[in-house]
């Protein structure tokens, strides 16, 4: 692999600035098939605190069924969980949607789950499912083949989201695999995204001027964390007036009319 | 067909594929780059022909029980998507030629021709 890494130094020194806040909103758990065993409730909510991240979003592939469990691990932790989802798109684009209750984003999985490609997990093939509880403790496997994709085109899932409050972030756009660029090419000038998340590997500055086209979006960078040590690398740091998503979305077009 | 002849045929690369691998039956062709796709419509003994070169391909070609995967336009694969052919068993061949070209000297070949055996 190799590669110089960016984002953590700078997240955590700019978010003791008063009003600034350090945000991971993309993270996974053991509940993604790719992501390591020991990305478990507590340990996530545990990691993420030490390294001074204050809000963190759960983002499963296709899934929110671990959700829960993260924000209640984290109720011993001065440390904001966001419920949220990693929808893989038709076109297999990854698109994040960020909800503000429990019960919007169990809403958004029945819609995921309902358009999910049928088929069983290969555990051996790609990875274990493992729903976990706040204490750690495997509740069951799921089943379902997380890795595949949805039958919902990109727009669909960008308004599901929103019909349900959310906010919908196109996820690595700077990726060749997986980012709504890579697989459509562009973005959709009629695609109502409320961000855009660049890899934690791209700085955002360099990001800006690599994809001056889209500055009418939030540019945001997360850590896409599928392992503990990733946690918080690449956070951003946000101005928000709270930890609702009505202060996100605020936050997040306050930053396109700063940058432009 | 077997799968060898085709190598030597169109000149592929061989990145990984033991010799008994090469030996089998090729039951016919499948072209896509949505992995979903292939999930969705790919046949056991099929080749699938792509450009991507993440290592999901190999997994999903095992899934599916594909005999082999072809990346076009002389791609090169990850490091860890030969590691992973490798483990799995799974032929991983290269062609310099673009997708097109590719599918239809398979067709002309007789792979994928319904009702004709190859």
């Known amino acids: ?260 | 067909m077997k799968l060898r002849d085709i190598v030597e045929v169109l000149k592929l690369d061989v990145r990984t594929g033991s010799s008994d691998r090469l030996d089998v039956e090729v039951t016919g062709g499948y072209a896509s780059d949505l992995m979903s796709d292939v999930i969705a419509g790919a046949e056991e003994g099929n080749l699938w022909v792509t450009l991507q070169t993440h290592q999901n391909t190999v997994a999903v070609g095992v899934m599916k029980s594909l005999c082999g995967i072809i990346l076009v336009n002389g791609r090169e694969p990850e490091k860890e998507t030969i590691q992973k052919a490798e483990v799995q068993g799974i032929p991983l061949l290269i062609s310099t030629m673009p997708t097109f070209e590719l599918v239809g000297r398979l067709f002309e070949l007789g792979i994928g021709k319904k009702g004709k055996p190859a």
């Open chain 1, 1 to 260: 692999m190799g590669g110089s890494e960016h984002g953590t130094p700078l997240a955590i020194t700019k978010a003791k600035q008063p009003g600034f806040v350090s945000i991971d909103l993309h993270i996974h758990t053991c509940l993604s098939p790719c992501a390591t065993l020991d990305m478990t409730p507590r340990k996530i909510v545990a990691e993420a605190s030490r390294k001074g991240i204050e809000i963190i979003a759960v983002t499963d592939h296709n899934t929110t069924e671990n959700a829960l469990a993260v924000i209640k691990a984290a109720r011993e932790f001065d440390l904001h969980v966001i419920p949220g989802i990693e929808v893989t798109t038709s076109e297999e684009v990854h698109i994040i949607g960020l909800f503000e209750e429990m019960s919007q984003a169990r809403e958004m999985q029945a819609i995921v789950y309902k358009n999910l490609q049928e088929g069983m997990n290969d555990e051996d093939l790609f990875g274990m499912q493992v729903v976990a509880n706040e204490h750690d403790e495997v509740e069951k496997m799921n089943k379902r083949l997380l890795i595949g994709a949805t039958l919902l085109p990109v727009h669909e899932v960008v308004d599901a989201i929103h019909g349900l409050d959310g906010l919908a972030i196109a996820a690595h756009i700077d990726r060749e695999r997986f980012s709504i660029i890579g697989q459509l090419g562009f973005i959709p000038n009629d695609l109502k995204l409320d961000a855009v998340e660049i890899s934690r590997r791209l700085p955002l500055d360099q990001a800006r001027s690599r994809f001056r086209e889209y500055e009418r979006f939030a540019f945001i960078s997360a850590s896409d964390a599928h392992d503990l040590e990733e946690i918080g690398k690449g956070a951003t740091c946000l101005q928000m007036a709270g930890t609702h998503i009505k202060d996100l979305k605020q936050a997040f077009e306050e930053l396109v009319v700063s940058s432009s």
